[in-house]
């Protein structure tokens, strides 16, 4: 193969939409983290608290242990409420 047949990757310049969405996840990460960690939390540790106190606690009455799990719930959204209110604003506007 000579040189001049061996391709070359082509590749796109950034453009200016590409560039504001890189910089505005760059200045919001830590509240994407904090979004991600409470999405977890919110999925994993209702369906944990059931499965826990179902037979631990409450010996196998789904209604109260359904109870605990919507309580844990209500617990970790109010607390990403808390968390999102004393986040610090930014310093400069948008």
Known sequence: MSESS??????K???AETA?????VGENSGVLVKLMVFTA???AI??????TTLHNLFDGNTTYAGGAAALMANVIVGLYIVVAMLEK???SPM
Request: glycine share 0%.
């Open 89 to 91: 604003p930014r310093d």
């Open 46 to 51: 209702p369906i944990v608290t059931f499965f």
């Open 20 to 24: 504001s969405l890189h910089s505005w």
């Open 41 to 43: 939390a919110l999925f």
């Open 13 to 15: 310049p950034p453009t």
């Open 6 to 11: 061996k391709q070359v990757p082509v590749t």
